[in-house]
């Protein structure tokens, strides 16, 4: 038998934390509860949950801190639930390490369906399209091993920077657009959120180019999506 997927939620509303948890149990999931920022960061350090729903706005220490202390040394899953719904702070949160953002009020399904998808994009097997290192100049990248590397250094990506990347380096030139590249990565939920891309592109110059400021690999078509270009 598999063993259940664990959740870590931290929300303050008990209400709403209850309402988020029976939903969760009802459908499989593993539920630790925490009411405060404080709390969470405890039980993520002791149990070691597959993914993270953090309220931003919580007692003892937000979610956003909390988001930054886990993304320092741990690659899980992170959703974030707020009130708020403009793009800065959704910028914010995901700059801040969050995979996906949920505005309140948020229907059960909705909640379900980020839910899977995040769980699906971080925990699925990778196609393997390509065995040994390819070369792009002073990047090499290992598809099949997950390995990337920038001037003979390890670089380390989160597992959703690696699809994006790979998504990219398996369309060398091609333009991808917004929907396509969410849909592929992000999960067929999803197709009009581009500032999860700008994000996540920015997030592979910072990574993987010699001058993020003026990106060799990752180019951006304005209004369209992004292409990978191999250099001469």
């Known amino acids: 038998m598999t ?3 664990r959740i870590l939620l931290a929300e303050d ?3 709403l934390r209850e309402f988020i948890s029976r939903n969760l149990q009802a459908r499989g999931f593993e539920v630790l509860e925490a009411s405060n920022g404080l709390e969470a960061v405890a039980l993520w350090e002791r149990e070691n949950p597959h993914l993270l729903i953090l309220d931003i706005m919580m007692p003892r ?3 956003l801190e909390v988001c930054q202390r886990v993304r320092k040394h741990s690659a899980v899953p992170i959703i974030v639930l707020t009130a708020l719904d403009a793009e800065p702070d959704r910028v914010t949160a995901l700059d801040l390490g969050a995979d996906d953002y949920l505005t309140k009020p948020f229907g059960v399904e909705e909640l379900m369906a980020r839910v899977r998808a995040v769980l699906r994009r971080t925990h699925s097997d990778t196609t393997i399209i390509d065995t040994g290192f390819q070369h792009f100049g002073e990047l090499e990248v ?3 091993g997950h390995v990337v590397r ?3 250094e390890e670089v380390r990506l989160s597992p959703t920077e690696f ?4 998504e990219l380096l398996s369309n060398p030139g091609k333009v991808l657009t917004h929907r396509t590249l969410l849909q592929r990565i992000w999960g067929p939920e999803y197709g009009g959120e581009a500032e999860y891309l700008r994000v996540y592109i920015n997030r592979l ?4 180019e010699a001058d993020a400021a003026n990106p060799r690999y990752f180019l951006t078509e304005p209004g369209v999506g992004y292409r990978f ?4």
Do not use: H
């Open 3 to 5: 063993k259940a997927k």
């Open 13 to 15: 509303e008990v209400a």
């Open 61 to 63: 220490m937000d979610g």
């Open 142 to 144: 290992d598809l099949n």
């Open 150 to 152: 920038l001037r003979g």
């Open 163 to 166: 699809k994006l990347l790979k």
């Open 205 to 208: 110059r910072q990574k993987l």
């Open 229 to 232: 270009m191999t250099p001469p």
